[in-house]
C-alpha cells in the first residue's frame, strides 16, 4: 500500500517533510517515480498532470490539499467509485475572512481612489459611505462563505449572501435562485465571489450581473478566474458602470504577459493567495482521510461527485 503525492506548490518539499512526519509508516511516492501503480491505495494531490490516475487499478481514495476540487473533478480522470475529501479548515476560512475584510475596506474608504490622486499630486475629499449603509454580497456560503460574511457583518457592514441551497445566517440576508441573485446583485456596492466552480456557476459573473449591480460598485473574485467573463469586467470598468475589481484567481494562472488585467487601473491583482492551504491543521485531515480510506471508513469533507464540490 503507497500513497500517491503531487503539488506543483513552491512549498512541496515542506509538504512532503510534514507528510513523511505525520505518517511515519506509509510509504510515500512522489509523482513521477509511482513505482509499481497496482501498490498505489491512496493519493493526495494538488493540480494533478494529465494521466496522473491512468493506471491506480488499486487507488481507493483521494485528498485534495485544498479546498476546491473543481481542477481534479473537471478531469474527470478519478473513477466514480474513488471517494474525494477535501481540506475544509478553519485556518483557511480565517485567512479568507481577513483578505475580504481587508478588499472591502480598501474599496469602501476609497484607497485606490487616493492613490490616485496622490499619483496625481491632487489633494481632495472624496464622498464615501459608512459601513452601515455600505452594501456586501457574498455568493457562497459554504464553511468558507459564512464566516467571510459574518466576518464583514461583525465590521458593521450590511451583508447579503447567495448560495445553492438556502440558508439562514443570523445577521445576514440569505438568497437562493436566479430571483435572489438578481436581487442581491442589484443591492451591492460590493460582490464577494466565493462560489466553487461548477458547470452552473462558471461565467456566471458576466455583463448581466455587472450591468444590474448600481454604478461604480465593485467586486472581489477569491474563488476561481473561470467565473468571470473578463472580457464583461473590464468593460464595465472602463465605462465606469463598475470601478474596482480586486483578483486573486484568473482562468490561466499566471496571466498572460498581454492580458490587459496586469495593466488594467481598476484592476487590482494578488497571485492566488487568498487562502493559502495551512500545513499544520491540513495534515491531520490528510492522515484522518487516509487512516479512514484504509479502515474502509467513509472519510470526512467527502466530495459531492454530482454536486461538483
Ligand atoms: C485554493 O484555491 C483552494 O481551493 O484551496
Known sequence: M???F????????QWLDGLRRAMPDARIRVWPDIGDPSDITFAVVWNPPSGFFADLDRLAGVCVMGAGTDAILAKGEIPESVPVARVVDPVMSNRMAEYVLAATLRFQR?????????SRQEWQRLPQKDAGSFHVAVLGLGQIGRLVAGRLAANGFKVGGWSRTAREIEGIECHTGSDGLARLV??????????PLTTQTRGLLDRDVFWAMPVGGGIVNCARGAHVVTADLLQALDT???????????????????DPVWSHPRVHMTPHVSSITNIETALPQIVAAYDATRAGRPMANRVNRKQGY
Do not use: K
Open 2 to 4: 503507497s500513497i500517491l
Open 110 to 118: 476609497r484607497f485606490d481612489d487616493y492613490a490616485l490622486q496622490q
Open 240 to 258: 465606469g458602470q463598475l470601478s474596482f475589481a480586486m483578483l486573486d484567481v484568473f482562468e490561466t494562472e499566471p496571466p498572460a504577459a498581454d
Open 186 to 195: 442589484s443591492w451591492c456596492d460590493l460582490l464577494v465571489n466565493l462560489l
Open 6 to 13: 503531487h503539488t506543483d506548490w513552491p512549498n512541496r518539499d
